[in-house]
């Protein structure tokens, strides 16, 4: 079992610019998170999915900020228009049965 | 909505004297309570957890402990290592909609010095 997958490791995007990030959850897990961690700070919860749904999102912006799980493939957390706050790591972590999290390596993303 | 709270931020000790960071949260709903180790640029790592029902737990050098009544639960670490050196994350998860989400606590960075 690989453990849970994010590419790429490192996404430098200009201002205005769409950022992409996957993420291959453990084998058999179908529970999926993702969580930003600015510098020196925790980690904050931003949306959780299961496959082809979104049960929470309530951590999330409102705005240019979309996730998805579809059927088959990655979850995606897709940033429309990057401005240099959405500069941050971003955590995807998988779960067989909720709350028992195992986090990948991470996206850091540096907007210009 | 739940709030963790930990303390110190950052915490030194000697190698092979006893660290212990402590958190606390808001929700009474909340049962079930991990705590994370990550390393410089590396991912969060589950090191142990624990649930409502149960007041400790203890794995080789390390222990949480939890106090329903005040709401806050503690992670014991002995004869530190210097590898043990890292950013320790507490956090709760909510009872509410079930969801599994953990609500993180800010971090404390703990050195062992050798």
Known sequence: NAGVMQNPRHLVRRRGQEARLRCSPMKGHSHVYWYRQLPEEGLKFMVYLQKENIIDESGMPKERFSAEFPKEGPSILRIQQVVRGDSAAYFCASSPEREKLFFGSGTQLSVL | ?114
């Open chain 2, 1 to 114: 909505g739940e709030n963790v709270e930990q303390h110190p931020s950052t915490l030194s000790v000697q190698e092979g004297d006893s660290a212990v960071i402590k958190c606390t949260y808001s929700d009474s709903a909340s049962n079930y309570f991990p705590w994370y180790k990550q390393e410089l640029g590396k991912r969060p790592q589950l090191i142990i957890d624990i649930r409502s029902n149960v007041g400790e737990k203890k794995d080789q050098r390390i222990a949480v402990t939890l106090n329903k009544t005040a709401k806050h639960f503690s992670l014991h670490i002995t004869e530190t290592q210097p590898e043990d050196s890292a950013v320790y994350f507490c956090a709760a998860s909510p009872n509410s909609g079930n969801t599994g989400k953990l609500i993180f606590g800010q971090g404390t960075t703990l050195q062992v010095k050798p």
